[in-house]
Nanobody, 116 residues
């Protein structure tokens, strides 16, 4: 059973930066992908960024490309999301997620609030 714990959320002003962290534990193997999703108030959860572990590539939602960067630290089972040039529309609960052995796991989420 994989456990994911996010941290690093908070309140920042528009134009600011935040770095989210996700610590993974309980893994018996290597994840296929590490993802970040977010859920805005009253909206469905949406994809933000992916790190494909096997291909060692990244991909992003159009709305965050060029502002957000996903990274993995395989040695420490950590995933990061560096968020720059934040805008109020980025306000959401951010979730770390991974797929391992064909099963998706989710963290509990961390709140990010951008003030204008």
């Amino acid at each position: 059973q994989v456990q994911l714990v996010e941290s690093g959320g908070g309140v920042v002003q528009s134009g600011g930066s935040l770095k989210l962290s996700c610590a993974a534990s309980g893994s018996g193997g290597r994840p296929t992908v590490s993802d970040w999703f977010r859920q805005k108030p009253g909206k469905e959860r949406e994809f933000v960024a992916r790190f494909s572990v096997i291909a060692n590539t990244t991909s992003y939602a159009t709305s965050v490309e060029g502002r957000f960067t996903i990274a993995r630290d395989n040695a420490n089972n950590m995933v990061y999301l560096q968020m720059n040039d934040l805008v109020p529309e980025d306000t959401a609960v951010y979730y770390c997620s991974t797929i391992e052995s064909s099963r998706r796991y989710w963290g509990q989420g961390t709140q990010v609030t951008i003030s204008s």
